[in-house]
């Protein structure tokens, strides 16, 4: 059974600098990893959809990275501002369904 | 850009009593979901849908739950007798192919919670 776990689970940054986040998974025969947002009370926002056959993604200030021989991907957003503060999931995509992990809680302090 | 909306956005239920959340997918997605989120927990996934039936389904999906595409744009949930723990955030996804290739959109969510 796949496990997706994302460390740490809460990251306070100040504004300005640049940021890592962590997602690991159990079952290397992953399919494709997605990174969502998910501001407080709200939905789930799509960010980045790495397929197994690439190692990285970008859009903007955004850049997961993939390695499946590890189990693990990251999110690297550069120049963080307070707007990007929010939780970020990262969810193992499967045949029919997403497998999400416990998600970072991100503060970017003014 | 098109979107995936649910109604209500928030629903208050007896214990007991049937709940019917909604979903409208994006108009020419073909493959539906179904996801809930309870407080402070991971985000789960309940069922997929495809061709107006079920194609999987988790072990949370058991008889109290149903998904219906009653129509050509509506895709719902309906839980028959509400439990304190089905109190959670639901998501609605929908996406044009099938995973894993194609990204999978989310709703805003239908906040439940049982007295």
């Known amino acids: 059974k796949q496990e997706v776990t994302q460390i740490p689970a809460a990251l306070s940054v100040p504004e300005g600098e640049n940021l890592v986040l962590n997602c690991s998974f159990t079952d290397s025969a992953i399919y494709n990893l997605q990174w969502f947002r998910q501001d407080p009370g709200k939905g789930l926002t799509s960010l980045l959809l790495i397929q197994s056959s690439q190692r990285e993604q970008t859009s903007g200030r955004l850049n997961a990275s993939l390695d499946k021989s590890s189990g693990r991907s990251t999110l690297y957003i550069a120049a963080s501002q307070p707007g990007d503060s929010a939780t970020y999931l990262c969810?193992?995509?499967?045949?029919?369904?997403?497998?999400f992990g416990t998600g970072t809680r991100l503060t970017i302090i003014p | 850009e098109p979107e995936v909306t649910q109604t209500p956005s928030h629903q208050v239920t007896q214990m007991g009593q049937e709940v019917i959340l909604r979903c409208v997918p994006i108009?020419?997605?073909?493959?539906f979901y179904w996801y809930r989120q309870i407080l402070g927990q991971k985000v789960e996934f309940l069922v997929s849908f495809y061709n107006n039936e079920i194609s999987e389904k988790s072990e949370i999906f058991d008889d109290q739950f149903s998904v219906e595409r009653p129509d050509g744009s509506n895709f719902t949930l309906k839980i028959r007798s509400t439990k304190l723990e089905d109190s959670a955030m639901y998501f609605c996804a929908s996406s044009l192919g099938r995973l894993p290739t194609d990204t999978q959109y989310f709703g805003p969510g239908t906040r439940l919670t049982v007295l």
């Open positions: 108009s020419n997605h073909l493959y």
């Open positions: 969810a193992n995509s499967g045949n029919e369904k997403l497998t």
